[in-house]
């Protein structure tokens, strides 16, 4: 079945630095979401993409699709401590039975003050 | 709108006792996902409906697993009898056609 690798699995920097994650598949996706799961949460949506090539920013999130449609990287300016979390990517491919999305496994974030 | 609502958001339960999740998703969604999430095995899609149909229950890991959708603003699913390894996060979420999909915030089932 389609799969994504997700990388880095965790990442620990200092408040104010900048991060950046992606996520990687052997598969086309036609759609990339980027998803932030706090302690005790549900995830919730950061950002979608819909079109190879297509960047989009949210606040200090950055996230692009990218142009073969089987990647997709996710970056966050001047890092704060309530950046802490872990970050899921998900696709939606485009053969039978797309439309269920395929997740990550997450990368975890600790950002030091 | 209020989002995805699950409860309760916590469940602990004796092994052998039935279990009931429930949902109520975004209004005007027409997909509702039921995910399980462990430490061990991350996140797993169990079971998602269109329309209120089941389209897709490969993910259900038993036959003491079972999901309704009895309509579109309403759904659960049901673990009889609950055994310890069915101690997880469990996640509803919703979507309206290919867009963003968005999910509630859990409940935490344990399981003595």
């Known amino acids: 079945g389609q799969q994504l690798n997700q990388s880095p699995q965790s990442m620990f920097i200092q408040e104010g630095e900048d991060v950046s994650m992606n996520c990687t598949s052997s598969s086309i996706f036609n759609t990339w979401l980027w998803y932030k799961q706090d302690p005790g949460e549900g995830p919730v949506l950061l950002i979608a993409l819909y079109k190879a090539g297509e960047l989009t920013s949210n606040g200090r999130l950055t996230a692009q699709f990218g142009i073969t449609r089987k990647d997709s990287f996710l970056n966050i300016s001047a890092s704060i401590p309530s950046d802490v979390g872990i970050y899921f990517c998900a696709g939606q491919g485009e053969k039978s039975g797309s439309e269920k999305l395929v997740f990550g496994k997450g990368t975890k974030l600790t950002v030091n003050p | 709108d209020a989002g995805v609502i699950q409860s309760p958001r916590h469940e602990v339960t004796e092994m052998g006792q039935e279990v009931t999740l429930r949902c109520k998703p975004i209004?005007?969604?027409?997909?509702l996902f039921w995910y399980r999430q462990t430490m061990m095995r991350g996140l797993e899609l169990l079971i998602y409906?269109?329309?209120?149909?089941?389209?897709?229950d490969s993910g259900m890991p038993e036959d003491r697993f079972s999901a309704k959708m009895p309509n579109a603003s309403f759904s659960t699913l049901k673990i009889q009898p609950s055994e310890p390894r069915d101690s997880a996060v469990y996640f509803c979420?919703?979507?309206?056609?290919?867009?963003?999909?968005?999910f509630g915030p859990g409940t935490r089932l344990t399981v003595t």
């Open positions: 979420a919703s979507r309206k056609g290919l867009l963003e999909q968005y």
């Open positions: 409906f269109n329309n209120n149909v089941p389209i897709d």
């Open positions: 209004s005007g969604h027409d997909y």
